[in-house]
């Protein structure tokens, strides 16, 4: 079965750090880039960082850009999302997704349930 | 970071024909056109289209997409209930280097 399975998120205090993993099966994880987008719930799409198939090109929001960091194991099929210096305002659903092509600029074709992210005191 | 612009609500009838609207600029929308995601409450985005009027395989034809200058469209034909949902619309700014999204439309089906 095709599917994107996160994992990691959790309550923390500001400032804290937190890594966010997504499990993919089902697909050649190698030949395509992935995302991760939040989502404040209610709230719309955000689009936080991509990392491109073998790991050349990684883009960020400004809003995370010098705190979070976007990594992936191909031999592992995984991605990971590590979030440092956290702030309130990155409490959010946290969705992976399978970009539909080897590049950072393709849309994401296949999304995960996602994994929530609180910070708070 | 400059997202795009879609109005927050669409309302149309059982049957009838939506076409939601997504505004960019020429480093967006303009150069890249724009995918279109459907959310159903408590779900994930679904693709809908990208890259033109590309469907997912098991997208319904009722849904296609189109641009014109730095406007892209996706029209909904034929609509059913189940079609009440959120649709955003993405693509990426080559001027940013980032991907960026719609605040997204709620489309309610009377």
């Known amino acids: 079965e095709v599917q994107l399975v996160e994992s990691g998120g959790d309550l923390v205090q500001p400032g804290r750090s937190l890594r966010l993993s997504c499990a993919a099966s089902g697909f050649t994880f190698d030949d395509y880039a992935m995302h991760w987008v939040r989502q404040v719930p209610g709230k719309g799409l955000e689009w936080v960082s991509g990392i491109s198939w073998n790991s050349g090109r990684m883009g960020y929001a400004d809003s995370v850009k010098g705190r979070f960091t976007i990594s992936r194991d191909n031999a592992k099929n995984s991605l990971y999302l590590q979030m440092n210096s956290l702030r309130a305002e990155d409490t959010a659903l946290y969705y992976c997704a399978k970009a539909s092509g080897g590049g950072i600029d393709r849309p994401g074709d296949l999304w995960g349930q996602g994994t929530m992210v609180t910070v708070s005191s | 970071q400059a997202g795009l612009t879609q109005p927050p609500s669409v309302s149309k009838d059982l049957r009838q024909t939506a076409t939601l609207t997504c505004t960019g600029n020429s480093n967006n929308v303009g150069n890249q056109g724009a995918a279109w995601l459907q959310q159903h409450q408590g779900h994930p985005p679904k693709l809908l289209s990208y890259?033109?009027?590309n469907r997912p395989s098991g997208i319904s034809e009722r849904f296609s997409a189109s641009r014109s200058g730095n406007t892209a469209y996706l029209t909904i034909t034929g609509l059913q209930p189940e079609d009440e949902a959120d649709y955003y619309c993405s693509t990426w700014d080559s001027s940013l280097s980032v991907q960026v999204f719609g605040g997204g439309t709620k489309l309610t089906v009377l």
């Open positions: 890259r033109g009027n």
